[in-house]
């Protein structure tokens, strides 16, 4: 079955850089949801879309933006990168309103 | 504030065996429930859930069971197999809002 792709699973990046993150749904998933999980700790949500509506949104700095795209796809958009944003980044998704989220494998940022 | 709990970081059961994963929390208003088991360099994987008007849902090998007056979960795994052995996750969701809302997470390791 198809899962969550998200897209690069590695990404290394300077301090004050921007960097994209990509996410593609599952196929007929409306939903999609962003996290961050920091080393050592549980992912913490960023943000979520519902037909291309931001519906929700948490701890995401004022730095970072998303979009969900008509294909239903989403990009996380990282300005101003800073050291601790080193992280790994989970996209995923469902379709609304369930409650069972689908995560993709993860972006791994490191900030140097 | 950690409103989510998870408060044994590993546990150790034998193959065959039950496993017992704890969880608890303390936002009054989480009426949805998740588990998610997750391997290294993988996105967490959607094991079972369960509603706040339910107190167990059941899904092959897995049994969800929910203490609303103790604000207690927990995932009861029959018989453990060493593939089970994961990190898992325990997350919470509030009033048909999209963001969830992570346990620390329990490394659970059977062994043969």
């Known amino acids: 079955a198809a899962g969550v792709i998200q897209s690069p699973r590695h990404l290394i990046k300077e301090k004050r850089e921007t960097a994209t993150l990509k996410c593609y749904p599952i196929p007929r998933h409306d939903t999609v949801y962003w996290y961050q999980q920091g080393p050592g700790q549980d992912p913490q949500f960023l943000i979520s879309f519902y037909e291309k509506m931001q519906s929700d949104k948490g701890s995401i700095p004022d730095r970072f933006s998303a979009q969900q795209f008509s294909d239903y796809h989403s990009e996380l958009n990282m300005s101003s990168l800073e050291l601790g944003d080193s992280a790994l980044y989970f996209c995923?998704?469902?379709?609304?309103?369930?409650?069972?989220?689908?995560f993709g494998p993860g972006t791994r940022l490191l900030v140097l | 504030d950690q409103q989510v709990k998870q408060n044994s970081p590993s546990l150790s059961v034998q193959e065959g065996r039950i496993s017992i994963l704890n969880c608890d929390y303390t936002n009054s208003m989480f009426d949805y429930f998740l588990w998610y088991k997750k391997y290294p360099a993988e996105g967490p994987t959607f094991l079972i859930s369960i509603s706040s008007i339910k107190d167990k849902n059941e899904d092959g090998r897995f049994t969800v069971f929910l203490n609303k007056s103790a604000k207690h979960l927990s995932l009861h795994i029959v018989p453990s197999q060493p593939g089970d052995s994961a990190v898992y996750f325990c997350a919470a969701k509030a009033g048909g809002g999209n963001k969830l809302t992570f346990g620390t997470g329990t490394q659970l390791k059977v062994e043969l």
């Open positions: 995923a998704s469902s379709s609304w309103p369930s409650g069972g989220q689908y």
